[in-house]
Protein backbone atom coordinates (compact mmCIF):
# COMPACT_ATOMS: atom_id res chain seq x y z
CA UNK A 1 0.00 0.00 0.00
CA UNK A 2 2.83 2.22 0.99
CA UNK A 3 4.31 1.58 -2.78
CA UNK A 4 1.32 2.00 -4.04
CA UNK A 5 0.67 5.58 -2.90
CA UNK A 6 4.50 6.34 -3.50
CA UNK A 7 4.60 10.60 -3.84
CA UNK A 8 4.96 10.16 -7.61
CA UNK A 9 1.89 7.37 -7.61
CA UNK A 10 -0.01 10.16 -5.56
CA UNK A 11 0.72 12.38 -8.27
CA UNK A 12 -0.36 10.40 -10.83
CA UNK A 13 -3.98 9.74 -9.09
CA UNK A 14 -4.25 12.97 -8.21
CA UNK A 15 -4.03 14.22 -11.66
CA UNK A 16 -6.11 11.31 -13.10
CA UNK A 17 -9.13 12.56 -10.40
CA UNK A 18 -8.55 16.35 -11.22
CA UNK A 19 -8.64 15.36 -15.20
CA UNK A 20 -11.70 13.51 -14.90
CA UNK A 21 -13.65 16.18 -13.24
CA UNK A 22 -12.25 18.50 -16.26
CA UNK A 23 -13.14 16.60 -18.75
CA UNK A 24 -16.81 15.46 -17.08
CA UNK A 25 -17.52 19.29 -16.49
CA UNK A 26 -16.94 19.79 -20.53
CA UNK A 27 -19.71 17.66 -21.61
CA UNK A 28 -21.57 18.70 -19.00
CA UNK A 29 -21.41 21.95 -20.35
CA UNK A 30 -22.29 21.25 -23.47
CA UNK A 31 -25.60 19.49 -22.78
CA UNK A 32 -26.61 22.81 -20.53
CA UNK A 33 -25.78 24.53 -23.85
CA UNK A 34 -27.92 22.13 -25.64
CA UNK A 35 -30.95 22.36 -23.40
CA UNK A 36 -30.75 25.90 -23.15
CA UNK A 37 -31.98 25.55 -27.06
CA UNK A 38 -29.07 28.21 -28.82
CA UNK A 39 -29.17 28.26 -32.46
CA UNK A 40 -25.57 27.72 -32.78
CA UNK A 41 -24.60 24.89 -29.98
CA UNK A 42 -21.19 24.09 -31.26
CA UNK A 43 -20.43 27.89 -32.00
CA UNK A 44 -21.51 28.47 -27.89
CA UNK A 45 -19.17 25.94 -26.82
CA UNK A 46 -16.17 27.45 -28.54
CA UNK A 47 -17.19 30.74 -27.06
CA UNK A 48 -16.79 28.89 -23.71
CA UNK A 49 -13.69 27.41 -24.79
CA UNK A 50 -12.02 30.53 -25.30
CA UNK A 51 -13.44 32.08 -22.44
CA UNK A 52 -11.77 29.25 -20.15
CA UNK A 53 -8.62 29.54 -22.40
CA UNK A 54 -8.01 33.26 -21.59
CA UNK A 55 -7.17 32.24 -18.16
CA UNK A 56 -4.35 30.49 -19.48
CA UNK A 57 -2.85 33.33 -20.86
CA UNK A 58 -3.71 36.50 -18.66
CA UNK A 59 -2.29 34.56 -15.49
CA UNK A 60 0.45 32.63 -16.70
CA UNK A 61 2.87 35.71 -16.09
CA UNK A 62 2.66 35.37 -12.26
CA UNK A 63 1.32 31.07 -12.27
CA UNK A 64 4.85 29.86 -12.89
CA UNK A 65 6.61 32.27 -10.18
CA UNK A 66 3.37 31.07 -7.88
CA UNK A 67 4.08 27.30 -8.52
CA UNK A 68 7.99 28.37 -7.34
CA UNK A 69 7.58 30.28 -4.71
CA UNK A 70 4.91 27.63 -2.97
CA UNK A 71 5.29 23.93 -1.99
CA UNK A 72 3.95 22.32 -5.45
CA UNK A 73 1.54 20.17 -3.02
CA UNK A 74 0.06 23.47 -2.24
CA UNK A 75 -0.46 24.50 -5.56
CA UNK A 76 -2.19 21.80 -6.56
CA UNK A 77 -4.82 21.94 -3.74
CA UNK A 78 -5.64 25.52 -4.48
CA UNK A 79 -6.18 24.77 -8.28
CA UNK A 80 -8.68 22.26 -7.12
CA UNK A 81 -10.49 24.41 -4.63
CA UNK A 82 -10.85 27.32 -7.53
CA UNK A 83 -11.88 24.09 -9.79
CA UNK A 84 -14.59 23.05 -7.17
CA UNK A 85 -16.37 26.79 -6.58
CA UNK A 86 -16.04 27.02 -10.22
CA UNK A 87 -18.14 23.90 -10.49
CA UNK A 88 -20.25 24.78 -7.31
CA UNK A 89 -21.76 28.15 -9.21
CA UNK A 90 -23.39 25.99 -11.77
CA UNK A 91 -25.67 25.23 -8.75
CA UNK A 92 -26.59 28.87 -8.48
CA UNK A 93 -27.56 28.93 -11.98
CA UNK A 94 -24.78 31.47 -13.29
CA UNK A 95 -23.64 31.82 -16.58
CA UNK A 96 -21.93 28.69 -18.26
CA UNK A 97 -19.08 30.59 -19.54
CA UNK A 98 -18.39 32.59 -15.97
CA UNK A 99 -18.39 28.85 -14.41
CA UNK A 100 -16.17 27.47 -17.25
CA UNK A 101 -13.74 30.48 -16.76
CA UNK A 102 -13.75 30.05 -13.38
CA UNK A 103 -12.48 26.61 -13.90
CA UNK A 104 -10.15 27.81 -16.15
CA UNK A 105 -8.83 29.95 -13.43
CA UNK A 106 -8.09 26.81 -10.86
CA UNK A 107 -6.54 25.03 -14.12
CA UNK A 108 -3.82 27.17 -15.07
CA UNK A 109 -2.71 27.52 -11.29
CA UNK A 110 -2.61 23.85 -11.17
CA UNK A 111 -0.77 23.39 -14.14
CA UNK A 112 2.35 24.73 -13.00
CA UNK A 113 2.17 22.85 -10.09
CA UNK A 114 1.44 19.34 -11.48
CA UNK A 115 4.50 19.07 -14.19
CA UNK A 116 7.15 20.92 -11.88
CA UNK A 117 6.37 18.57 -9.04
CA UNK A 118 7.73 15.74 -11.23
CA UNK A 119 11.32 16.81 -11.66
CA UNK A 120 11.50 17.10 -7.97
CA UNK A 121 10.80 13.07 -7.76
CA UNK A 122 12.89 12.10 -10.54
CA UNK A 123 16.63 12.39 -11.23
CA UNK A 124 17.44 11.68 -14.53
CA UNK A 125 16.02 11.98 -18.51
CA UNK A 126 15.03 8.42 -18.42
CA UNK A 127 12.98 8.57 -15.21
CA UNK A 128 11.42 12.24 -16.14
CA UNK A 129 10.48 10.67 -19.79
CA UNK A 130 8.65 7.61 -17.88
CA UNK A 131 7.00 9.66 -14.80
CA UNK A 132 5.74 12.15 -17.77
CA UNK A 133 4.09 8.76 -19.56
CA UNK A 134 2.34 7.76 -16.30
CA UNK A 135 0.75 11.26 -15.99
CA UNK A 136 0.16 11.98 -19.63
CA UNK A 137 -1.02 8.00 -19.92
CA UNK A 138 -3.51 8.43 -16.61
CA UNK A 139 -4.27 11.88 -17.96
CA UNK A 140 -5.61 10.85 -21.27
CA UNK A 141 -7.34 7.69 -19.36
CA UNK A 142 -9.09 10.25 -17.45
CA UNK A 143 -9.96 12.11 -20.31
CA UNK A 144 -11.40 9.15 -22.03
CA UNK A 145 -13.63 8.01 -18.51
CA UNK A 146 -14.38 11.78 -18.13
CA UNK A 147 -15.49 12.86 -21.46
CA UNK A 148 -17.62 8.87 -21.91
CA UNK A 149 -19.15 9.80 -18.51
CA UNK A 150 -20.22 13.35 -19.03
CA UNK A 151 -21.69 12.24 -22.10
CA UNK A 152 -23.87 10.15 -20.56
CA UNK A 153 -24.67 12.34 -17.07
CA UNK A 154 -25.22 15.34 -19.04
CA UNK A 155 -27.85 13.56 -21.71
CA UNK A 156 -30.81 13.74 -19.36
CA UNK A 157 -30.05 16.28 -16.27
CA UNK A 158 -27.39 18.84 -14.78
CA UNK A 159 -27.76 17.61 -11.78
CA UNK A 160 -26.16 14.39 -11.51
CA UNK A 161 -23.31 15.76 -13.51
CA UNK A 162 -22.39 19.14 -11.25
CA UNK A 163 -22.80 16.77 -7.91
CA UNK A 164 -20.52 14.14 -9.55
CA UNK A 165 -17.99 16.52 -10.80
CA UNK A 166 -17.57 18.24 -7.72
CA UNK A 167 -17.46 14.94 -5.43
CA UNK A 168 -14.05 14.10 -7.59
CA UNK A 169 -12.59 17.46 -7.27
CA UNK A 170 -12.83 16.90 -3.84
CA UNK A 171 -11.76 13.57 -3.23
CA UNK A 172 -8.87 15.08 -5.53
CA UNK A 173 -8.44 18.03 -3.47
CA UNK A 174 -7.35 15.88 -0.18
CA UNK A 175 -5.01 13.17 -2.02
CA UNK A 176 -2.75 16.42 -2.24
CA UNK A 177 -2.38 15.96 1.42
CA UNK A 178 -0.37 13.20 1.01
CA UNK A 179 2.02 14.65 -1.63
CA UNK A 180 5.32 15.93 0.60
CA UNK A 181 5.05 19.68 0.81
CA UNK A 182 8.97 19.97 -0.41
CA UNK A 183 9.16 24.24 0.28
CA UNK A 184 9.74 26.07 -2.80
CA UNK A 185 11.60 29.59 -2.97
CA UNK A 186 10.21 31.75 -0.99
CA UNK A 187 12.82 34.94 -2.01
CA UNK A 188 10.74 35.00 -4.74
CA UNK A 189 9.10 38.34 -5.42
CA UNK A 190 5.44 38.30 -7.74
CA UNK A 191 6.01 42.02 -9.10
CA UNK A 192 9.37 41.24 -10.51
CA UNK A 193 8.40 37.56 -11.81
CA UNK A 194 5.37 38.99 -13.60
CA UNK A 195 8.21 41.78 -15.38
CA UNK A 196 10.50 38.97 -15.93
CA UNK A 197 8.00 36.85 -17.56
CA UNK A 198 8.43 38.00 -21.24
CA UNK A 199 11.96 37.31 -20.94
CA UNK A 200 11.21 34.45 -19.37
CA UNK A 201 9.63 33.70 -23.07
CA UNK A 202 12.45 34.88 -24.86
CA UNK A 203 14.80 33.00 -23.59
CA UNK A 204 13.34 29.48 -23.61
CA UNK A 205 12.29 30.39 -27.42
CA UNK A 206 16.18 31.11 -27.81
CA UNK A 207 16.73 27.86 -26.96
CA UNK A 208 17.22 25.15 -29.40
CA UNK A 209 15.04 22.04 -27.42
CA UNK A 210 12.85 24.50 -25.86
CA UNK A 211 11.67 25.97 -28.83
CA UNK A 212 11.15 22.74 -30.43
CA UNK A 213 8.98 22.28 -27.67
CA UNK A 214 6.66 24.73 -27.24
CA UNK A 215 5.96 24.84 -30.79
CA UNK A 216 5.61 21.07 -31.39
CA UNK A 217 3.46 21.41 -27.89
CA UNK A 218 1.38 24.05 -28.89
CA UNK A 219 0.39 22.65 -32.19
CA UNK A 220 -0.93 19.42 -30.81
CA UNK A 221 -3.30 21.02 -28.43
CA UNK A 222 -4.30 24.11 -31.05
CA UNK A 223 -5.72 20.78 -33.11
CA UNK A 224 -6.56 18.85 -30.07
CA UNK A 225 -9.15 21.70 -29.05
CA UNK A 226 -10.53 22.34 -32.20
CA UNK A 227 -11.52 19.06 -33.06
CA UNK A 228 -12.86 18.53 -30.32
CA UNK A 229 -15.23 21.07 -30.41
CA UNK A 230 -15.50 20.57 -34.51
CA UNK A 231 -16.71 16.64 -34.13
CA UNK A 232 -19.82 18.09 -31.85
CA UNK A 233 -20.50 19.44 -35.47
CA UNK A 234 -18.46 16.82 -37.65
CA UNK A 235 -20.50 13.72 -35.53
CA UNK A 236 -24.15 14.28 -36.57
CA UNK A 237 -22.73 16.02 -40.33
CA UNK A 238 -21.02 12.76 -40.99
CA UNK A 239 -22.22 9.79 -39.30
CA UNK A 240 -25.64 10.77 -37.56
CA UNK A 241 -24.52 10.63 -34.13
CA UNK A 242 -26.75 14.00 -32.23
CA UNK A 243 -26.97 12.40 -28.83
CA UNK A 244 -24.39 13.54 -26.13
CA UNK A 245 -23.44 10.15 -25.03
CA UNK A 246 -22.81 8.90 -28.05
CA UNK A 247 -20.45 11.67 -29.23
CA UNK A 248 -18.40 11.61 -26.55
CA UNK A 249 -17.91 7.80 -26.83
CA UNK A 250 -16.35 8.38 -30.35
CA UNK A 251 -14.28 11.69 -28.69
CA UNK A 252 -12.89 8.96 -26.23
CA UNK A 253 -11.64 7.26 -28.60
CA UNK A 254 -8.87 9.19 -29.73
CA UNK A 255 -8.23 8.93 -25.43
CA UNK A 256 -7.79 5.58 -25.92
CA UNK A 257 -4.70 6.45 -28.20
CA UNK A 258 -3.20 8.52 -25.92
CA UNK A 259 -3.40 5.71 -23.45
CA UNK A 260 -1.98 3.20 -25.62
CA UNK A 261 1.04 5.98 -26.71
CA UNK A 262 1.82 6.32 -22.94
CA UNK A 263 3.47 2.76 -23.44
CA UNK A 264 4.64 2.92 -26.25
CA UNK A 265 6.29 6.22 -26.02
CA UNK A 266 9.83 5.00 -24.24
CA UNK A 267 10.59 1.90 -26.90
CA UNK A 268 9.67 4.36 -29.84
CA UNK A 269 11.26 8.12 -28.71
CA UNK A 270 13.81 6.62 -26.37
CA UNK A 271 15.38 8.70 -24.01
CA UNK A 272 18.30 10.93 -25.72
CA UNK A 273 16.51 10.64 -29.37
CA UNK A 274 13.36 12.70 -28.32
CA UNK A 275 13.64 14.37 -31.49
CA UNK A 276 12.19 10.98 -33.82
CA UNK A 277 8.99 12.72 -31.30
CA UNK A 278 9.09 14.63 -34.98
CA UNK A 279 7.77 11.67 -37.27
CA UNK A 280 4.86 11.09 -34.89
CA UNK A 281 4.01 15.01 -35.23
CA UNK A 282 3.83 14.03 -39.54
CA UNK A 283 1.57 10.80 -38.63
CA UNK A 284 -0.39 12.72 -36.54
CA UNK A 285 -1.15 15.43 -39.86
CA UNK A 286 -1.81 12.62 -42.42
CA UNK A 287 -4.66 10.87 -40.00
CA UNK A 288 -6.19 14.29 -39.07
CA UNK A 289 -6.78 15.00 -43.04
CA UNK A 290 -7.30 11.45 -43.71
CA UNK A 291 -10.31 11.49 -41.36
CA UNK A 292 -11.78 14.53 -42.58
CA UNK A 293 -13.09 12.89 -45.76
CA UNK A 294 -14.12 9.15 -44.86
CA UNK A 295 -17.98 8.72 -43.90
CA UNK A 296 -18.06 5.51 -42.86
CA UNK A 297 -18.12 4.57 -39.13
CA UNK A 298 -15.53 1.64 -38.48
CA UNK A 299 -12.64 3.83 -40.03
CA UNK A 300 -13.44 7.04 -38.63
CA UNK A 301 -12.66 5.35 -34.87
CA UNK A 302 -9.44 3.57 -36.04
CA UNK A 303 -8.54 7.23 -37.56
CA UNK A 304 -10.00 8.70 -34.14
CA UNK A 305 -7.41 6.00 -32.06
CA UNK A 306 -4.69 6.97 -34.65
CA UNK A 307 -4.91 10.71 -34.09
CA UNK A 308 -4.76 10.00 -30.01
CA UNK A 309 -2.08 7.30 -30.28
CA UNK A 310 0.55 9.88 -32.98
CA UNK A 311 -0.46 12.76 -31.10
CA UNK A 312 0.23 11.26 -27.56
CA UNK A 313 3.92 9.76 -28.83
CA UNK A 314 4.37 13.08 -30.43
CA UNK A 315 3.74 15.40 -27.36
CA UNK A 316 5.06 13.47 -24.43
CA UNK A 317 8.67 13.17 -25.17
CA UNK A 318 8.26 16.75 -25.98
CA UNK A 319 6.77 17.82 -22.89
CA UNK A 320 10.20 15.74 -21.25
CA UNK A 321 12.75 17.67 -23.16
CA UNK A 322 11.27 20.76 -22.02
CA UNK A 323 11.21 19.85 -18.43
CA UNK A 324 14.58 19.40 -18.29
CA UNK A 325 15.63 22.76 -20.39
CA UNK A 326 13.72 24.62 -18.34
CA UNK A 327 14.41 23.62 -14.97
CA UNK A 328 17.70 24.72 -15.24
CA UNK A 329 17.13 27.92 -17.34
CA UNK A 330 14.21 29.93 -15.68
CA UNK A 331 13.02 27.57 -12.91
CA UNK A 332 10.24 24.30 -13.69
CA UNK A 333 7.24 26.28 -12.59
CA UNK A 334 7.92 28.98 -14.68
CA UNK A 335 8.64 26.96 -17.51
CA UNK A 336 5.51 25.30 -17.37
CA UNK A 337 3.85 28.71 -16.91
CA UNK A 338 5.30 29.86 -20.54
CA UNK A 339 4.52 26.53 -21.69
CA UNK A 340 0.93 27.28 -21.03
CA UNK A 341 0.82 30.42 -22.30
CA UNK A 342 2.26 29.97 -25.70
CA UNK A 343 -0.18 26.96 -26.46
CA UNK A 344 -2.85 28.40 -25.38
CA UNK A 345 -2.00 31.34 -27.68
CA UNK A 346 -1.86 28.93 -29.87
CA UNK A 347 -4.99 27.04 -29.11
CA UNK A 348 -7.21 30.69 -28.41
CA UNK A 349 -6.03 30.93 -32.04
CA UNK A 350 -6.86 28.08 -34.07
CA UNK A 351 -10.06 28.07 -32.06
CA UNK A 352 -10.68 31.95 -33.50
CA UNK A 353 -9.60 30.36 -37.30
CA UNK A 354 -12.60 27.76 -36.47
CA UNK A 355 -15.02 30.33 -35.24
CA UNK A 356 -14.08 32.57 -38.39
CA UNK A 357 -14.47 30.02 -40.51
CA UNK A 358 -17.69 28.94 -39.50
CA UNK A 359 -19.28 32.01 -39.53
CA UNK A 360 -18.31 32.25 -43.12
CA UNK A 361 -20.38 29.10 -43.80
CA UNK A 362 -17.17 26.82 -44.57
CA UNK A 363 -18.40 23.28 -44.38
CA UNK A 364 -17.18 21.73 -40.82
CA UNK A 365 -14.69 18.93 -43.26
CA UNK A 366 -13.44 22.46 -44.74
CA UNK A 367 -12.44 23.48 -41.63
CA UNK A 368 -11.13 20.35 -39.99
CA UNK A 369 -8.94 20.49 -43.34
CA UNK A 370 -7.74 23.87 -42.74
CA UNK A 371 -6.93 23.22 -39.08
CA UNK A 372 -5.06 20.06 -39.98
CA UNK A 373 -2.78 22.57 -42.84
CA UNK A 374 -2.16 24.88 -40.16
CA UNK A 375 -0.69 21.57 -38.16
CA UNK A 376 1.45 20.56 -41.19
CA UNK A 377 2.64 24.13 -41.25
CA UNK A 378 4.34 24.03 -37.65
CA UNK A 379 5.45 20.48 -38.22
CA UNK A 380 7.49 21.73 -41.39
CA UNK A 381 8.66 23.90 -39.57
CA UNK A 382 10.09 21.60 -36.94
CA UNK A 383 11.58 19.62 -39.58
CA UNK A 384 13.97 22.71 -40.10
CA UNK A 385 15.00 22.43 -36.35
CA UNK A 386 15.63 19.41 -36.09
CA UNK A 387 19.17 19.75 -37.10
CA UNK A 388 19.80 21.63 -33.25
CA UNK A 389 18.65 19.32 -31.01
CA UNK A 390 19.83 15.79 -32.42
CA UNK A 391 22.28 13.73 -30.13
CA UNK A 392 21.52 14.95 -26.81
CA UNK A 393 21.68 12.35 -24.31
CA UNK A 394 20.43 11.57 -20.58
CA UNK A 395 21.47 14.14 -18.37
CA UNK A 396 21.23 14.71 -14.36
CA UNK A 397 18.23 16.81 -13.30
CA UNK A 398 19.12 18.12 -9.84
Not at 95 to 115: E, N, Q, R
Amino acid sequence: MKRLLSPLNTVVLTQFLSAFADNLNFFLIVGMVKRQGVENPDIAVNYIQIAFLCAYVFLAPIVGAFADKKAKSHVLLLGNILKAIGIAMLLFNLPPALCYMFVGIGAVVYSPGKYGILTELTSTEDELLRANAKVEGSTILAILLGTVAGGFLAESSDMPAIITCLGVYLVSLFMTFIIPARAGDKSIRYGPEAMQFLRDVSLLFRNPRARFSLIGTGSFWLTAAVLRIALIAWLPLNLGIEDTDQQSMMIGITAIGVVFSAFLTPRFVPAGKLHRAFYFGLFMVASVMVASFTYVLWLTIVLLFLIGLFGGIFVIPLNTMLQEEGKSLIGSGKTIAVQNFSENILTVTGLCIYLTLSQMHVSVNGSVIGIGLVLLLFILFLATQLSNIRGRGDRPLH
